[in-house]
């Protein structure tokens, strides 16, 4: 649980830009109105939008690329069963005394550098995301619609009655969505390092990627990460 008291606590942010190079599509559930059969998302101000959890999700994952490369020992997401402290059927080094977190009652308890930073049923995350609003004013952004067909992968030919239609920004505007990434107070430093990482290794958001969308450039404030952080990271398996 985030306590107003651990908000009222100073924390580091992150400002993040993203401009997007191609069209973004970022489905909403439900209908609004579109003759798409999968909307773009908007919020209530009927700005496009990039949500939160959409780029927690990718971050995480990035994070347990990079973490597991460096030889540390990283449970499973999403399945509470093989994640910190359960790990069932996991095999590893959990035991080492970076995995232990004070703020766990159950001292046997271990949580890999991944669960440390984003939570796991035990544990609240201790980075805070915010959804990535378009910065254009969305009466000059056009309804733009495209068609799309389901396609067999064992025949390699189009599904009969597969087609459908997705909502996307505009091709090609360089689009620019921002929002912040807020550390708390008790996250700890090489959550900060490695979220800096991550964000380096994703191209694109949203859907249909391999048909070319969504594909970004950031623009990220510079954090102050001391070179012991990336040394201690870079040591891994051998701690």
């Given at each position: 649980?985030?306590?107003?008291?651990?908000?009222?606590?100073?924390?580091?942010?992150?400002?993040?830009?993203?401009?997007?190079?191609?069209?973004?599509?970022?489905?909403?559930?439900?209908?609004?109105g579109?003759l798409?059969?999968?909307?773009?998302?908007?919020?209530?101000?009927?700005?496009?939008?990039?949500?939160?959890?959409?780029?927690?999700?990718?971050?995480?994952?990035?994070?347990?690329?990079?973490?597991?490369?460096?030889?540390?020992?990283?449970?499973?997401?999403?399945?509470?069963?093989?994640?910190?402290?359960?790990?069932?059927?996991l095999?590893?080094?959990?035991?080492?005394?970076?995995?232990?977190?004070?703020?766990?009652?159950?001292?046997?308890?271990?949580?890999c550098?991944?669960?440390?930073?984003?939570?796991?049923?035990?544990?609240?995350?201790?980075?805070?995301?915010?959804?990535?609003?378009?910065?254009?004013?969305?009466?000059?952004?056009?309804?733009?619609i495209?068609?799309?067909?389901?396609?067999?992968?064992?025949?390699?030919?189009?599904?009969?009655?597969?087609?459908?239609?997705?909502?996307?920004?505009?091709?090609?505007?360089?689009?620019?969505?921002?929002?912040?990434?807020h550390?708390?107070?008790?996250?700890?430093?090489?959550?900060?390092?490695?979220?800096?990482?991550?964000?380096?290794?994703?191209?694109?958001?949203?859907?249909?990627?391999?048909?070319?969308?969504?594909?970004?450039?950031?623009?990220i404030?510079?954090?102050?990460?001391?070179?012991?952080?990336w040394?201690?990271?870079?040591?891994g398996?051998?701690?």
């Open positions: 649980m985030i306590t107003l008291t651990t908000l009222n606590r100073p924390t580091t942010n992150i400002s993040l830009t993203v401009t997007i190079d191609s069209a973004l599509c970022v489905g909403a559930g439900g209908s609004s579109s798409a059969d999968k909307p773009i998302i908007r919020n209530a101000d009927k700005k496009l939008l990039i949500p939160a959890s959409q780029l927690k999700g990718r971050l995480r994952h990035e994070c347990e690329k990079i973490a597991r490369a460096l030889q540390w020992s990283i449970c499973e997401s999403p399945k509470a069963e093989t994640m910190c402290p359960q790990r069932k059927g095999d590893g080094n959990f035991e080492r005394e970076a995995y232990r977190v004070s703020s766990d009652p159950i001292e046997k308890n271990r949580h550098l991944i669960c440390q930073i984003f939570g796991n049923p035990v544990l609240p995350s201790q980075v805070l995301f915010d959804d990535l609003i378009c910065t254009e004013d969305p009466e000059n952004l056009p309804e733009v495209r068609p799309g067909v389901t396609i067999n992968r064992r025949r390699q030919t189009a599904e009969e009655n597969k087609l459908y239609f997705l909502e996307t920004s505009p091709a090609n505007a360089q689009l620019q969505f921002k929002g912040d990434i550390f708390l107070p008790d996250c700890p430093d090489f959550g900060k390092a490695l979220i800096y990482a991550s964000l380096q290794h994703i191209n694109a958001l949203g859907g249909s990627k391999s048909s070319g969308l969504g594909w970004l450039t950031w623009n404030t510079k954090l102050d990460i001391d070179e012991s952080v040394q201690s990271l870079a040591k398996g051998e701690s």
